[in-house]
């Protein structure tokens, strides 16, 4: 059973910094490319950013570009998004993603996903 379990949202002030996890089991999480998705009422799916196997080729939407950083632990099948300088418009649902098998690097397209995570909610507010 494949599962995603995220965690390390919260609310935090602008221009504040919050580091995200996702822990996952159910599948062979070294051989697996990973993305980080949000969900926004408004923007709906945002894709953010995506990791390849062995964590050295990343990429990133122009909207966090400089501000978050993607990093993996193959050895314990975890996922870390790193956000500094964070604004209100970064409030959203943060979700990490398998993509699916067959979509192509950088897995920009965020509903070619297999699997996603519940969330974490990040609120950015003053």
């Known amino acids: 059973q494949v599962q995603l379990v995220e965690s390390g949202g919260g609310v935090v002030q602008p221009g504040g910094s919050l580091t995200l996890s996702c822990i996952t089991s159910g599948f062979t999480f070294s051989t697996t490319p990973m993305t980080w998705l949000r969900h926004h009422p408004r923007r709906g799916i945002e894709w953010l950013s995506s990791i390849n196997s062995a964590g050295d080729d990343v990429a990133y939407a122009d909207s966090v570009k400089g501000r978050f950083t993607i990093a993996r632990d193959n050895a314990n099948s975890a996922l870390f998004l790193q956000m500094n300088d964070l604004r209100p418009d970064d409030t959203a649902v943060y979700r990490c993603?398998?993509?699916?098998?067959?979509?192509?690097?950088?897995?920009?397209?965020?509903?070619?996903?297999?699997?996603w995570g519940r969330g974490t909610q990040v609120t950015v507010s003053s």
């Open positions: 993603a398998k993509p699916k098998t067959r979509s192509t690097w950088p897995h920009t397209n965020g509903y070619a996903c297999s699997y």
